[in-house]
């Protein structure tokens, strides 16, 4: 069974850091893009960072560039996100989610998500 | 890419027939995918590539559309499908959300 679980959040005070880790089964990591997509009490999903299977690239979203940093051991088959200078606005449920892509009926390749861990929460408070 | 959904909220009834809106703010083609998230749970993909049923997903689920504009229908809504409905665009590597639209029981 395909499976994919978070750990590592808690409480943070404002500037503070916070390590996130999501533990991978049932499927090879090396083999899929995975991501991390946060989601903050009461409101929607935001997409927050992605890193290739072979980690040649890495994107973030603008609300955490220069903050967050994921990365992946696939030997460990777990990915992690790094977090600092944590702000109040990072307060959420943060889900790791495997990308997958498959071709649409005119050959176009998409991505998407998957697979979903139940989330961690992270809160910034002091 | 901005995602907007509409309406952000729909009271329905057991039965129904229901369609949600997603709009991009540029074209991306079908790259373009649903999840269904309910309360306390992760999302769940229901669709992808604007039309493609995942496995496992109920016929009663589809999708249509391409460039711009798509929408989610639900042909007869089931008492487990209430819940909160999100469009996702995967044509830029920087993946954006609609905001997402609740579900309600009428």
């Known amino acids: 069974e395909v499976q994919v679980v978070e750990s590592g959040g808690g409480l943070v005070k404002p500037g503070g850091s916070l390590r996130l880790s999501c533990a991978a089964s049932g499927f090879t990591l090396n083999h899929y893009n995975m991501n991390w997509v946060r989601q903050a009490p009461g409101k929607g999903l935001e997409w927050v960072s992605i890193i290739s299977s072979r980690s040649n690239y890495i994107y973030y979203a603008d609300s955490v560039e220069g903050r967050f940093t994921i990365s992946r051991d696939n030997a460990k088959n777990s990915l992690y996100l790094q977090m600092t200078s944590l702000r109040a606005e990072d307060t959420a449920v943060y889900y790791c989610a495997r990308e997958r892509s498959e071709a649409d009926s005119g050959g176009l390749y998409v991505n998407f998500f998957d697979s979903w861990g139940q989330g961690t929460l992270v809160t910034v408070s002091s | 890419i901005q995602m907007t959904q509409s309406p952000s909220s729909l009271s329905a009834s057991v039965g129904d027939r229901v369609t949600i809106t997603c709009r991009a703010s540029?074209?991306?083609?079908?790259?373009l995918n649903w999840y269904q998230q309910k309360p306390g749970e992760a999302p769940k993909l229901l669709i992808y590539?604007?039309?493609s049923l995942q496995s496992g997903v109920p016929s009663r689920f589809s999708g249509r559309g391409s460039g711009t504009d798509f929408t989610l229908t639900i042909s007869s809504l089931q008492p487990e499908d209430f819940a909160t409905y999100y469009c996702?665009?995967?044509?830029?590597?920087?993946?954006?959300f609609g905001q997402g639209t609740k579900l309600e029981i009428k």
């Open positions: 540029q074209s991306i083609s079908t790259y």
């Open positions: 590539a604007a039309s």
């Open positions: 996702q665009q995967s044509y830029s590597t920087l993946y954006t």
